[in-house]
């Protein structure tokens, strides 16, 4: 069992930044394979990012491409989503998920365990 905490949140003006945090309890975060999701009101929860156990293969959406980077610490079982160049059509609660394996996947259902979400607001 793993269990997922988000942080991080909040309201920010287009072009503004947000570090979000996503710390998993257990001892077996190494063995996970983590992704960031987001979901828009109205909308299908969406890929964001994903990275492999190791660090290693790291994958993006294309929206967020250049302007977010996904990280782990696996020391202190923790994953990051700094979103730098905020836009307000990044407004959406965003979810971290672990998937047991090595290999990152954009597909949600190939996620195992999810957190409860955080807000994140960008206003023009």
């Known amino acids: 069992q793993v269990q997922l905490v988000e942080s991080g949140g909040g309201s920010v003006q287009a072009g503004g930044s947000l570090r979000l945090s996503c710390a998993a309890s257990g001892r077996t975060f190494s063995s996970y394979a983590m992704g960031w999701f987001r979901q828009a009101p109205g909308k299908e929860r969406e890929f964001v990012a994903a990275?492999?156990?190791?660090?290693?293969?790291?994958a993006y959406a294309d929206s967020v491409k250049g302007r977010f980077t996904i990280s782990r610490n696996n020391a202190k079982n923790t994953v990051y989503l700094q979103m730098n160049s905020l836009k307000p059509e990044d407004t959406a609660v965003y979810y971290c998920?672990?998937?047991?394996?090595?290999?990152?996947?954009?597909?949600?259902?190939?996620?195992?365990?999810w957190g409860q979400g955080t807000q994140v607001s960008v206003s023009s």
């Open positions: 998920a672990a998937r047991f394996g090595s290999d990152w996947s954009s597909q949600v259902q190939r996620y195992d365990y």
């Open positions: 990275i492999s156990v190791s660090g290693g293969p790291i």
